[in-house]
């Protein structure tokens, strides 16, 4: 019982977001009602379009009805009433809007493209859905406020796993574009260096590439920050500086809750992680080295050595786990987090770093953030809790990161030529 209990939930649910796969669920109902597997294209190919039609309707009935649902949703937490509204209670893990989400006109919008409707074998997916919901967080933003702050996570998300931000990525003319607008940029990662030069070395082309672009105003180019550590080392954009980037002292960003944060503590927590990181690489014979790190301890493979991905899922568990237990870590917030090939643990995380991003840009409020980024699985996952600090997207690789700020632009512009 124990057994089954730990692979149904320890190694299942927290890879699952409960809300898409509810939505997944109401879905599944029409594509099975009016789905017609057996009619060969060539034949009826009238009879598919009907019932293309047909479908997409129900799909977009039951995006409507969501949206609603968020809509209460957001009013029950504008009341003071967490927990009290229907969506809660048919999805508990369901977490803070902090603007409407447009689903029936996102489906409609995703629908078109993706050609959800007319498939008659493979019901709506969870990539269906994820992509329908940041379509809808866009059309939420761009309609009921201005975007002010964009950050991003970095690997997978700006560039493929272990790479750099080279000068020949196409997400780089989109990121000029968006310090043209006057938006501001902040490149939220877990890489926790202390010295520019290995942040230049990560994001060489965009850095590069601001300082390249003469159409930038000095003030726009100031909009480009990097916070370091999920939330720990803050560098603002300086084309005097010979990495293009300097070192901003905690004074201007700390947010106030951050000063308890204290040296020993910080020591402790990581002291408890690193002896369940060394637990778990002797009991898993993981081929790893330990790091410990400032404010940071992970494990990175031996060279020419990988990591299984349940192997690294288990640490992260494992780790999260014990740190939890402790009573630093009731003092502390903490990341525990799987890399693709290494682990590890900072101290604070996203949701930190985002709002230090917020506050070192004048107090941008979160219903006017996106934070993009790949991970945002329960467990293990780094971007995850950026939700609770701002609006989110959730990408999959670097080129949907492309598409999102393509779509961006074009609903922006619809949205100004109907105003």
Known sequence: MTTRYRVEYALKTHRRDQLIEWIKGLLAVPFVLHSQPTVVFHEESIRLAA????TQQRYAEIMRDVELLIKDHI???NRSLPGKSKLKLLVPTVGHFFTPLLLEDAFIYQDQRRHISRRRFVAPSFNDVRLTLNTAQLMGLVRSSAIRL????GDVTLYEDGCCLDGDNPVLSRL???LSQGKKIGIVTAAGYTEPSHYYLRLKGLLDAVKADTS????????LIVMGGESNFLFRYDQSSPHLLSFVPRSEWMLDEMHTWNDKDIDELLNVAEASLRE???NLSLPANVLRKSRAVGIYPVKGKKMHREQLEETVLVVQNMVERSEVGKKLPFCAFNGGNDVFIDIGDKSWGVRACQRYFGG???STTLHVGDQFLSAGANDFKARTACTTAWIANPAETVQLLDEMFELESEYSKGE
């Open 280 to 282: 778990c690489v002797s």
């Open 75 to 77: 009013n029950h937490n």
């Open 216 to 223: 930038l105003t000095p003030d726009q180019k100031s909009g």
């Open 51 to 54: 019932v293309a039609t047909a």
């Open 176 to 178: 000029l574009r968006l």
């Open 364 to 366: 941008i409020d979160r």
């Open 150 to 153: 964009l950050t991003f996570d």
